[in-house]
C-alpha cells in the first residue's frame, strides 16, 4: 500500500484518506477514540458508495434526486395553496358537503407532506375545518 494521498479528511474522531494498493484505488477509514489502538477500514470507493445509497445518504442517480427535489419543492406550494383555499372556502360557505370535499382535499394535502423529510420543519395543516 502506498502512502495516504493529499485528499485526507479529518472530522471528529474519524479519518478519511485516499489509498491505492495493488488492487487499484480505496478509501482508509480510521476511528480514534480513547487512548485504545485506532480501528482501520479498507474499502473500495463503490462498497462506500453503495452503503451510501442504501442508507439514503447518496441518491444512487443525480437526476432522479433533482427530479425529487423539484417534486417536494411542488408539493410543498401546493400544501399552503390548499390550505390558504380551505380556509377562504370555510369563511365564505356553510355548505357541509363542500366543506367535507375540501376538508378531504386538505387531509390529502397534509398526509403527502407528513411522508416528506422536511415535513417536521413545517407548520402542521389546520386539524379541522369543520
Same mark, same amino acid.
Given at each position: 500500500?502506498?502512502?495516504?494521498?493529499?485528499?485526507?479528511?479529518?472530522?471528529?474522531?474519524?479519518?478519511?484518506?485516499?489509498?491505492?494498493?495493488?488492487?487499484?484505488?480505496?478509501?482508509?477509514?480510521?476511528?480514534?477514540?480513547?487512548?485504545?489502538?485506532?480501528?482501520?477500514?479498507?474499502?473500495?470507493?463503490?462498497?462506500?458508495?453503495?452503503?451510501?445509497?442504501?442508507?439514503?445518504?447518496?441518491?444512487?442517480?443525480?437526476?432522479?434526486?433533482?427530479?425529487?427535489?423539484?417534486?417536494?419543492?411542488?408539493?410543498?406550494?401546493?400544501?399552503?395553496? #390548499?390550505?390558504? &383555499? +380551505? =380556509?377562504?372556502?370555510?369563511?365564505?360557505?356553510?355548505? !357541509? *358537503?363542500?366543506?367535507?370535499?375540501? /376538508? @378531504? #382535499?386538505?387531509? &390529502? +394535502? =397534509?398526509?403527502?407532506?407528513?411522508?416528506?423529510?422536511? !415535513? *417536521?420543519?413545517?407548520?402542521?395543516? /389546520? @386539524?379541522?375545518?369543520?
Amino acid at each position: 500500500m502506498t502512502a495516504p494521498q493529499s485528499d485526507e479528511f479529518i472530522q471528529y474522531h474519524l479519518k478519511t484518506e485516499s489509498v491505492s494498493d495493488e488492487y487499484g484505488a480505496a478509501v482508509m477509514l480510521t476511528q480514534q477514540e480513547g487512548i485504545d489502538d485506532p480501528a482501520t477500514i479498507l474499502v473500495h470507493p463503490w462498497q462506500l458508495r453503495a452503503a451510501c445509497e442504501h442508507l439514503g445518504i447518496l441518491s444512487a442517480d443525480p437526476e432522479a434526486a433533482r427530479v425529487a427535489d423539484s417534486l417536494r419543492r411542488r408539493l410543498s406550494l401546493l400544501c399552503r395553496r #390548499v390550505e390558504g &383555499l +380551505a =380556509a377562504r372556502i370555510q369563511d365564505a360557505t356553510a355548505d !357541509a *358537503a363542500l366543506l367535507a370535499q375540501v /376538508q @378531504a #382535499v386538505a387531509d &390529502l +394535502a =397534509a398526509d403527502y407532506m407528513a411522508e416528506m423529510p422536511q !415535513a *417536521a420543519s413545517r407548520q402542521p395543516m /389546520q @386539524a379541522s375545518l369543520l
